[in-house]
C-alpha cells in the first residue's frame, strides 16, 4: 500500500472527478480541477529542479492555490514547509534557512520581505508569486507568475511511484522560542492525523482506498477556520479531501466571513482552535442574522476550549455536536471528548484517552491511572521522526517504556474517576508558586467563565516570598468594567486558592498566534511593559 498523502488525494479525485473540493471567496474548483493544477504546478517545479526529498515553502493566507502547492510538493515525493504569514525578517531568514527551501510558492503581498531575505538564504533558487491583487514587483528577484507557470506545463499525473515512507514537515512556532519543524512519516502522520485511524476505537483504516471509496456515497462540506500554516487546519483539509469531502476556506479569520460562508455554503462541519476563534464566532452570530442551519457538528483541536465557551455555543447551537479533540504537532491525535449541555468540565478540557495514550512521570514511569493522578502525556504507536535539523532536541520528545517508543510534547494532564483525563497545559508554561505547581490553561478556563472576561493568558512574575506568583492579563468583554473582587470570588470558586491570579494587568486585546494559540511571550512583555490593574495580594 502507498499510505502517501499525494496518492490519497489522487484516490479521491478519482473516485468523485466532477464533485466541488474547495471553495474561497467567489472561487470553486472540483477534484479534477485541483488535480490538474497542482500537475502543473508539479511538473514546473520538476523543470527548476524540485524533486524527491526537495522542501517548499508554502507562504499564503488560506487559498486554493496553498492546497494547490502542497499537493504538488508531495506528488513529487518533494516536502511542503509552512511560512507563517506574519513572521518578520528575522523569522523568515531563521525557517528558510532551517528548512533548507529551494524554492518558495508565495502571496505577491509578501514580495518586499521575500526580497529582503533571499540575498540571505542561497539555497533558496527559485520563487512563484500567486497574485492577489497587491502592487508589490517580485520580478527583481525572479519571481515567475503562478498562473503563467502553471499554463506552460502539463496536466497529467505522470509521476513515480511514492512511498509510505515519504517525508512531511510541520514547523510549529509553539509558545516559546524559534519554530521547530516536525518530521513524520506520511503513513504515520495519516494514522495519527489525518483520517489513517478511527479515533473512537482505535481501529485502522484497511487500505488506501477506503477513505475515497466511502466518499463515494456522500460527503460533508467542511471548514476549517484556522489558517494553513497550522497542522490542525491541514489535516482538516487533507482528511476532508481524502473522503471526496468539499473544503471551505476564508482567507484569514475573521468571524463574520466564517458565518457568511457557512450559510452560504450549507458548511456542516466546522473546524476550530480553541476560545481563540470560538469566542469571536459566538458574538458575530449573536451581532448577524446568519443562518447556520446547515451545521451538524464542531470540532475543536489544539488549544484551549473552556468550558463556558462550550456552553455557550450550546446555547446558540443546540443540535450542534461539539467535540474537543487534544494533540499537537509532535504527538498527533491523542484524545476526544464530546461536549454535552451538562457536562461539567469547568477545571479543564477532560477528554478520553486514545489507546495509546498514558502519563508520565517526570522519570519517564507511567502513572498509575488513578484518580488526581498527574503526569506527562505520552503516545506511541504512529508517532514523528523527531525536529527536522535537530536531532538533539529531538531526543528530549521521546522516552521508552516497557520497550516501546513514547513520543513525550511536554503537555500535562490529570486522570479522573470516570476514566478520562483533564488536559492542564504545557509543562514550560507551569507556574511554580511556593512549591505548587499551576498549570496556566486550567486558571485561564475559570478567569474566562467569568461574565465580564472575554480572555486571558496566564503568567508567573517573581514574587520574593513564593518565587512566582501567579499572575494573568485580561481582556474585558467589550462594554464591561472588570471588578477584580468579583472576578476573584468567582475563580476561587472553581480553583484552589493559591491557583487564583495574586495580579492582573488589563489588555485591549490579548496577543496570539495566527492559528489562535496562546502568545505566553506577549503576555510577559505587556506584563513588564505596562503597571498592573492590581497590586499583589
Known amino acids: 500500500m502507498a499510505l502517501n498523502i499525494a496518492d490519497l488525494l489522487e484516490h479521491a479525485v478519482d473516485a468523485v472527478p466532477e464533485r466541488v473540493a474547495v471553495v474561497c471567496g467567489d472561487r470553486r474548483v472540483t477534484f479534477a480541477e ?36 502542497m499537493i504538488a510538493a508531495y506528488k513529487l515525493r518533494a516536502i511542503a514547509v509552512n511560512v507563517n504569514y506574519r513572521y518578520v525578517h528575522g523569522e523568515l531568514k531563521y ?22 531575505v533571499l540575498p540571505e538564504t542561497p539555497k533558496l533558487k527559485h520563487v512563484v508569486v500567486v497574485d ?46 524559534y519554530p521547530k519543524g516536525v518530521l513524520w512519516r506520511h503513513e504515520d502522520i495519516w494514522r495519527a492525523l489525518g483520517g489513517g485511524i478511527n479515533f473512537v476505537t482505535g481501529e485502522y483504516v484497511p487500505d488506501e482506498w477506503t477513505l475515497a471509496e466511502q466518499g463515494r456515497s456522500g460527503s460533508l462540506v467542511r471548514l476549517p477556520a484556522a489558517p ?79 468550558h463556558s465557551v462550550k456552553q455557550d455555543f450550546l446555547g446558540i447551537l443546540p443540535n450542534v455536536v461539539i467535540t474537543d479533540a487534544i ?8 484524545g476526544i471528548g464530546m461536549v454535552g449541555k451538562d457536562s461539567d468540565h469547568s477545571a479543564g478540557p477532560r477528554v478520553q484517552f486514545g489507546k495509546d495514550a498514558i502519563l508520565l512521570d517526570e522519570e519517564g514511569n507511567a502513572v498509575a491511572p488513578e484518580p488526581g493522578a498527574i503526569g506527562l502525556i505520552a503516545r506511541r504507536g504512529h508517532v514523528p521522526l523527531g525536529y527536522y535539523n535537530d536531532p538533539e532536541k529531538s531526543r528530549t520528545i521521546f522516552a521508552e517504556v516497557d520497550g516501546a517508543r513514547y513520543v513525550v510534547p511536554g503537555d500535562y494532564a490529570r486522570y479522573e474517576e470516570d476514566g478520562t483525563v483533564t488536559l492542564l497545559g504545557r509543562g514550560s508554561q507551569c507556574v511554580n508558586t511556593g512549591g505548587e505547581k499551576v498549570y496556566p490553561e486550567e486558571v485561564e478556563g475559570a478567569l474566562k467563565s467569568h461574565p465580564d472576561v472575554f480572555d486571558a493568558l496566564v503568567i508567573g512574575v517573581p514574587d520574593e516570598r513564593l ?25 476561587r470558586g472553581e480553583i484552589a486558592g493559591y491557583k487564583v491570579p495574586r495580579t492582573v494587568w488589563l489588555a485591549e486585546e490579548i496577543g496570539r498566534t495566527p492559528s489562535g494559540k496562546p502568545d ?16 499583589p495580594v
Open 327 to 334: 494533540g499537537s504537532s509532535e504527538s498527533g491525535f491523542t
Open 467 to 491: 518565587g512566582q506568583r501567579v499572575a494573568a492579563v485580561i481582556q474585558p468583554r467589550e462594554g464591561a468594567v472588570v471588578d477584580f473582587a468579583s472576578v476573584e470570588a468567582h475563580v
Open 132 to 177: 492577489d491583487g497587491s502592487d508589490r514587483d517580485y520580478r527583481r528577484y525572479g519571481g515567475v507568475d503562478y498562473e503563467t507557470s502553471l499554463a506552460a506545463e502539463s496536466p497529467e499525473r505522470d509521476f513515480g511511484e511514492r512511498s509510505a515512507d515519504d517525508l512531511y514537515i510541520l514547523y510549529t512556532g509553539g509558545t516559546t522560542g
Open 228 to 306: 494553513l500554516i497550522h497542522g490542525a487546519a491541514q489535516w482538516a483539509a487533507f482528511g476532508a479531501l481524502f473522503t471526496g469531502s468539499p473544503v471551505v476556506l476564508v482567507p484569514r479569520f475573521d468571524a463574520h466571513d466564517v458565518w457568511k460562508a457557512v450559510q452560504d455554503n450549507k458548511v456542516q462541519v466546522l473546524t476550530i482552535v480553541g476560545d481563540a476563534m470560538a469566542r469571536p464566532l459566538i458574538e458575530a452570530y449573536r451581532e448577524g442574522d446568519y443562518d447556520a442551519s446547515s451545521l451538524v457538528a464542531l470540532s475543536s483541536h489544539a488549544a484551549l476550549f473552556s
Open 34 to 69: 485541483l488535480e490538474e493544477r497542482a500537475n502543473r504546478l508539479a511538473h514546473h517545479l520538476a523543470v527548476h529542479g524540485v524533486g524527491r526529498g526537495s522542501h517548499i515553502g508554502v507562504y499564503s493566507r488560506n487559498s486554493i492555490e496553498a492546497l494547490e502547492a
Open 520 to 535: 505566553y511571550p506577549w503576555a510577559q512583555r505587556y506584563a513588564a511593559e505596562h503597571p498592573p490593574a492590581t497590586q
Open 95 to 116: 525557517l528558510f534557512t532551517n528548512a533548507d527551501l529551494v524554492a518558495l510558492v508565495h502571496e505577491r503581498q509578501y514580495a518586499d520581505k521575500v526580497a529582503a
